[in-house]
């Protein structure tokens, strides 16, 4: 049995399968375009976490792809990291990203940090939000 703990909260459980993730990825495809929608405290450990899943994700993604950030409550540098992987991944000769940054935190995260010039940042949103299913981790 493998057991990751936080102080006495049990976060991840390998015996009996559960987890409590700060932080998740859902994705779907709407109208062509792949919408990464990610939720939670997106830090070094998300990156480190949803990282290969996300890689994987755009290894067949289309040409368009939707960094969704509106339900991010937290982002550090290592949420950054992941986004400029994201940004790495699909090059302007490969397809089109649009970061949707959600609240008005992460919009000033990215202010400050300059990535704001680095991403294509729609006005509204490029495709409707539809909020789908029970949160957990890996979707």
């Known amino acids: ?27 779907r495809v709407v109208n062509g375009t792949d919408v990464l929608a990610f939720w939670g405290e997106l830090d070094a450990w998300a990156d480190q976490e949803l990282a290969p899943r996300v890689m994987a994700l755009l290894d067949h993604a289309g040409p368009r792809v939707v960094a969704d950030l509106r339900e991010v409550t937290f982002m550090d540098a290592g949420g950054l990291r992941l986004l400029v992987r994201i ?33 294509t940042i729609p006005a509204g949103a490029p495709v409707p939000y539809v909020r789908t299913g029970t949160r957990s981790g890996f979707r």
């Open 87 to 119: 940004r790495k991944r699909v090059t302007p000769a490969r397809g089109t990203l649009w970061l949707v940054p959600g609240s008005a935190r992460n919009r000033r995260l990215l202010r400050i940090t300059s990535l704001d010039k680095a991403f």
């Open 1 to 27: 049995m493998i057991t990751l703990r936080e102080g006495k909260k049990t976060l991840l459980d390998w015996e009996t399968g559960t987890a409590d993730f700060t932080f998740g990825l859902h994705h």
